[in-house]
C-alpha cells in the first residue's frame, strides 16, 4: 500500500472517530475544527515527535497571546479610536507570535498563528466575548487548549496508524 493510500485511509477513520467524539460526548469540551486544524498542523510541522511538542507548544501558546489580546480590547476599551483600537492590539500581539520563534518548542511560527486564530475567531464570531474570564469549559481559551490536546493526538495517531497500514500490506 502506498503512503499516500494508507494515510489517506488513517485520515478517514481516525477523522470519523474523532468527528463523533467532538461533536457527541465531547462536545462541550472541544471543537471538531479545532482537532481537525491542529492534526494538520501536526502533519504539516513534519509528523514526528517534535512536530508533536511544537505543534501543541504553538497553537496553545498562540491561544493564550490571542485570549490576552481579547481581554486588553475588552477590558481597555477606547472607543473615541473605533476599529483603530483593537487593530493596533491586534498588530501589538500578533509581533508576540513570530519573535519567539528562536525558542525551539515555538519556532514553527504557523502553530502559533493558529492558535492565535482559533480563539480570536471563535469568541469573536460566536459572541463569546463576554466568556474570556470563565472559569471552565466556557472559556474560549480552554475550549480551544483542549481542542488542541485531542488534536495534536489524532495527528499523531493518524501517523501511527498510517504507518502500520502501509507496513502490513508489505
Known sequence: MSQLLALSISVAVLGAVWAFLALGPLAPYVFV???FITAACFFAAGGDNNALVKTLAGIIYGA???WITL???DKVPVPS???IWPALVVGFFVFFLVIVASVEQ???VPANIYGFAMVVAYTLSAGKLASVTDI???NPLVLVILS???GVILGYLMGQ???ALKLKSK
Request: glycine share 24%; charged share 0%; aromatic share 8%.
Open 33 to 35: 475544527w479545532g482537532g
Open 64 to 66: 493564550i497571546v490571542g
Open 71 to 73: 481581554l486588553v480590547i
Open 81 to 83: 479610536l473605533g476599529t
Open 106 to 108: 515555538l519556532s514553527f
Open 136 to 138: 471552565g469549559a466556557a
Open 148 to 150: 488542541a490536546i485531542a
Open 161 to 163: 496508524l498510517a504507518g
